[in-house]
């Protein structure tokens, strides 16, 4: 029971940390700490202040993702060694974000072409929450890859652990 209810509650809390990372708004705080290299240009600092806060903020939650990697084999114990596959949702939306946030922040001086744009529109889908909602189909045919993979993590763990919690609830009423 006790394991149910703690991956209940990361699978519900993923949420809230998924749309702080990605929260479209950043604060002038978010760069404080963000140093300027020795040879680098103004142009490439600026371009990657545009995925730095998304990378400080994935930083300032490993907190919660070092509590689900530790929840993930104790939850594999119990639940049985497939449910793999529920964890691996999660980190891959993770890895979507952060890729996107690094590959959306390097400069490139170089000509405008429409795979650039079809890219940036990629990472951008991913980066910021609701952004891909702003793009036609045929511009994101995905959508938000991100929240269908945040949507699969939270409802595998629900499926197999909400019987659980709400047997262990009931009986004691």
């Avoid at 405008?112 to 940036?120: D, G, L, N």
Wanted: net charge negative; with cysteine; proline share 4%.
């Amino acid at each position: 029971m006790t394991i149910a209810l703690e991956a209940l509650s990361i699978a519900y809390e993923t949420q809230f940390v998924f749309d702080g990372i990605r929260n479209p708004g950043s604060f002038g705080n978010e760069y404080a700490d963000m140093k300027r290299g020795e040879n680098e240009s103004l142009e490439q600092y600026e371009a990657r202040k545009t995925g730095y806060p998304t990378l400080k903020r994935v930083d300032d939650n490993k907190d919660f993702f070092q509590r689900v990697f530790k929840l993930q084999p104790r939850f594999m114990a119990v639940f049985g060694p497939q449910t793999e596959v529920i964890f691996k949702e999660l980190y891959q939306a993770r890895a979507n974000v952060v890729v996107s946030a690094q590959a959306i922040s390097r400069y490139d001086d170089g000509p405008f072409t429409e795979a650039k744009a079809k890219r940036r529109t990629r990472y951008e889908g991913d980066i910021w929450s609701g952004a891909a909602d702003s793009y036609s189909h045929e511009e994101l045919p995905e959508g938000d890859r991100v929240q269908k993979r945040l949507d699969e993590f939270k409802n595998g763990i629900s499926t197999l652990c909400r019987p659980v919690v709400d047997q262990e609830f009931r009986s004691t009423k």
